[in-house]
């Protein structure tokens, strides 16, 4: 059976569009990708978009499909094999984690533009407690679930991304805390799907939206991004 036309539309930076294009990518599906300006958000996206966000998904150019989570489940079901699991309770379990990791990505955006040190510190807090957590549930190798990239490791790396390169000393993410996930980072970030999952600029623009963002975290976060070069 034919795949129908896909259409993503998204932001260049936007982490939660990063997971649907690992997952396309891994499975070799073809696709269209358009990347908006935030704040120059053409009529036809916000005549589509039910809640104004991204991603989106575009099927067949007509029906829209939006939320992150959703859009990936749809991919994952229209093509083969499928990555989440046929098991209602493991099935259930993997949503749960993907969820998490959701709100895990907001704890890493608030402390990459906290106002204040004090939000800085507090939103580092919030990351690292998630990264624990995620910490102790990468039970397998080299991925979630054994040897092949879930929906969850789809999911992850986008955050794992950012925290890698922000490399901040007060950051949330230092590896030697984290010696699973580390493992796990250096496998999942070295697979092709992974590596060409954002803008060939993503440094520069994340360097640009950093230092765009008043008060504590983001000038100091885009200096050391700066600093570190390629």
């Not at 998204?10 to 990518?25: A, T, Y």
């Not at 950051?171 to 796990?184: C, F, N, V």
């Not at 590596?195 to 600029?201: F, G, L, Q, R, W």
Request: with cysteine; charged share 25%; glycine share 4%.
């Amino acid at each position: 059976m034919a795949l129908p036309h896909l259409h993503l539309v998204s932001f260049p930076l936007c982490p939660f569009v990063q997971r649907s294009v690992i997952l396309l990518k891994h499975k070799n599906v073809p696709f269209e990708l358009t990347l908006l300006n935030p704040q120059e958000l053409p009529d036809w996206f916000l005549e589509k978009s039910p809640t104004g966000k991204v991603p989106l998904l575009l099927v067949n150019q007509d029906t829209v499909v939006f939320e992150s989570a959703v859009i990936s489940e749809y991919v994952d079901e229209i093509t083969q094999p499928p990555l989440l699991s046929t098991d209602p309770l493991q099935r259930a379990l993997e949503r749960a984690w993907i969820a998490f990791v959701s709100d895990l990505v907001m704890a890493v955006h608030r402390w990459m533009t906290a106002p204040t040190e004090e939000a800085f510190k507090a939103a580092r807090d919030e990351a690292a407690k998630g990264l624990k957590r995620i910490e102790a549930q990468c039970k397998a190798a080299p991925c979630f679930n054994g040897p092949d990239l879930s929906l969850l490791d789809a999911a992850l790396a986008p955050v794992l991304m950012r925290l890698d390169l922000l490399q901040d000393p007060e950051g949330p993410w230092q590896p030697d805390d984290y010696p699973t996930l580390a493992s796990w980072w250096r496998h999942v970030s070295s697979l092709p799907e992974v590596k060409d999952s954002t803008v060939e600029d993503f440094r520069e623009r994340l360097v640009r939206f950093l230092n765009a963002q008043e008060g504590f975290a983001g000038p100091r976060l885009a200096a050391g991004l700066a600093a570190r070069g390629h």
